[in-house]
């Protein structure tokens, strides 16, 4: 697209993806699946941050939640790699507390101010629907919801 000469270039929205839609995206959930493939597809720039890293990790450990997973361990640990290497990395300065009452998500917002994200895609809408500080350039949204916007 050229504007006035100059050619303009249109930046991937910057998103959180929570612990639970890698999970899903692991065990075969379809929008999870399809908001992760999103991500290492480069429609969308997903942010990283260590906290979040860590719970990555942490969780990928819990065999049991996978027991029904399309992938093995070994493939689910592959794919959190390409997932990093796709992932920009932020760091936080300033934590944003109180501000949930789940104190395991405010990572989350903190991760997302600090990142200048637009978006946080989980299947966790209820905790953050109580959010107690509000950022009006920030949305919640499920993965569907995160796709719907990226066909539009």
Request: charged share 25%; net charge negative; proline share 3%.
């Amino acid at each position: 697209m050229e504007i006035g000469g100059e050619f303009a270039t249109i930046k991937p929205m910057r998103v959180i993806l929570d612990t639970n839609i890698f999970v899903g995206a692991c065990i075969g959930a379809g929008a999870a699946n399809r908001a992760v493939a999103a991500c290492l597809q480069g429609q969308a720039t997903p942010l990283m941050g260590t906290t979040l890293f860590n719970e990555y990790e942490d969780v990928l450990q819990r065999h049991k939640l996978f027991e029904r997973s399309r992938l093995d361990v070994d493939e689910r640990q592959s794919l959190l790699d390409i997932f990093i290497a796709r992932c920009e990395w932020v760091r936080i300065y300033y934590a944003w507390r109180p501000n949930l009452h789940d104190e395991g998500d405010n990572h989350l917002i903190e991760l997302a101010i600090a990142g200048s994200a637009e978006m946080i895609v989980t299947r966790n809408l209820r905790d953050f629907r109580q959010m107690e500080l509000h950022f009006p350039h920030l949305r919640i949204c499920t993965p569907e919801d995160f796709l719907e916007e990226l066909q539009s």
